[in-house]
């Protein structure tokens, strides 16, 4: 059978760089490899055809030839070197295993997919928790002291050795094949990779050694957070078993409670204000509340309802940049809902009073006007 294009076989054009070369004959070596495909020898041919292809493409002056003569270069003890046209796998591992990397153990031999080789530093698992902030809070940023269980390692807990991998994390496996000797790497059944097992724990421990504790942890949260958002408190999660574990983290949900009067949207912050008929037309002062204190704010006479009134600066701060959101006080005119005689018989009057007939300019603008240059 007629042999492939190398270029073909690795899936690049001509002019490929060196390190593309590399990544493509990576690549299917790793697709190809016979750990990953046990007994498909059309797979076994495939990682030998690109060993072949990457064997000539990788070596500058091999390629030259290949590009001016093709296969025909090597044909006939043209001296391709190496073991172009009949490689054992041993070969290919020899010359090329640096290349797989950790993908394949990290050495020369099989093994290992996704295992990185080696012992592994195990991490605990993160707990969760949810923290209640108020309007004040999250505009002013505050420390929480919050009270966790966690699953610690128990004091006077040992860890030892583990005999199987001998502290490795990993236990090697060497079979012969009609492909010569192969060398396989899994995770260690007695440790889980770890390279240690248990060798003394107190009464109250568990199988692993652990013992859960109550804990209180300060947490500090910036100014802005808002509803849903996580925060991470490093190594304040549960432990792991071993002696050179490290704790997982404890993750932070952030619940906003709602505030009594104001509302929230992004940093800006809304109130309704409602003011009688009286104060309307004479004008008036109002103390109304923010997430800073207390403000006076002058209404003119005359003001109408519908009128957003904005005070820039009093909303909350953005956690990704500088400055605060604004806070949008919508007027709200109030019209009783029932009237006593003498009331009634000066609206009645104020009917036909000129004075009281609507007559909008083009300065009082419609509800969708003021909606519109709200978010302007």
């Given amino acids: 059978m007629a042999k492939r294009d190398y270029y073909e076989v690795l899936g690049i054009d001509k002019g490929a760089s060196a390190e593309q070369i590399k990544k493509a004959y990576r690549k299917k070596a790793i697709e190809h490899h016979p750990d990953k495909n046990p007994g498909d020898k059309s797979a076994e041919d495939k990682f030998k055809e690109a060993a072949e292809a990457y064997e000539i493409l990788s070596d500058a002056d091999k390629k030259a030839r290949y590009d001016q003569y093709g296969h025909g270069a090597f044909e006939g003890g043209g001296g391709g070197g190496g073991f172009h046209g009949g490689m054992n796998m ?27 080789g080696g012992q592994r530093r195990m ?36 860890y030892t050795t583990c005999p199987t991998c001998n502290g490795a994390g990993q ?13 396989s790497a899994t995770t260690c059944h007695s440790c889980g990779g770890t390279g240690q097992i248990l060798d003394g724990r107190p009464n109250n421990a568990d199988a692993q050694g652990m013992v859960m504790e109550d ?38 949900a952030i619940e906003e409670t709602e505030h009594e009067t104001l509302k929230r949207e992004g940093e800006n912050l809304h109130l309704d204000l409602y003011i009688s008929v009286a104060e309307a037309a004479l004008g008036t002062s109002k103390d109304i509340e923010t997430v800073s204190g207390r403000v006076r704010i002058k209404l003119e006479e005359g003001i109408q309802s519908g009128k957003i009134l904005r005070l820039k600066g009093k909303g909350l701060p953005s956690i990704n ?15 009783p809902k029932s009237l006593n005689k003498e009331q009634r018989q000066f609206f009645e009057k104020a009917l036909t009073d000129d004075n009281f007939i609507p007559k909008p300019e083009k300065s009082d603008k419609s509800f969708f006007e003021k909606v519109k240059d709200m978010f302007s």
Avoid: C
């Fill in 90 to 116: 041993d070969d290919i591992f020899s010359q090329f295993g640096d290349i797989f990397g950790s993908a394949f153990g990290g050495g020369g031999g099989f093994g290992g997919f996704g295992g990185g």
């Fill in 171 to 183: 236990v090697l496996k060497i079979t012969n094949t009609i492909l010569g000797r192969m060398q």
């Fill in 321 to 335: 940049s500088y400055g605060n959101g604004d806070l949008l006080i919508h007027v709200n005119v109030w019209t």
């Fill in 215 to 252: 804990e209180t942890v300060s947490i500090k949260i910036p100014a802005g957070v808002a509803d849903g958002m996580q925060l991470k408190v490093s190594n304040k999660g549960n432990d792991a078993p071993g002696s050179n574990s490290v704790p997982g983290d404890l993750i932070v």
């Fill in 123 to 158: 991490k605990g698992s993160n707990l969760r928790i949810k923290v209640k902030l108020t309007l004040e809070e999250i505009a002013n940023g505050v420390e929480k002291k919050v009270k966790v269980k966690r699953k610690v390692q128990a004091k006077g807990v040992t």
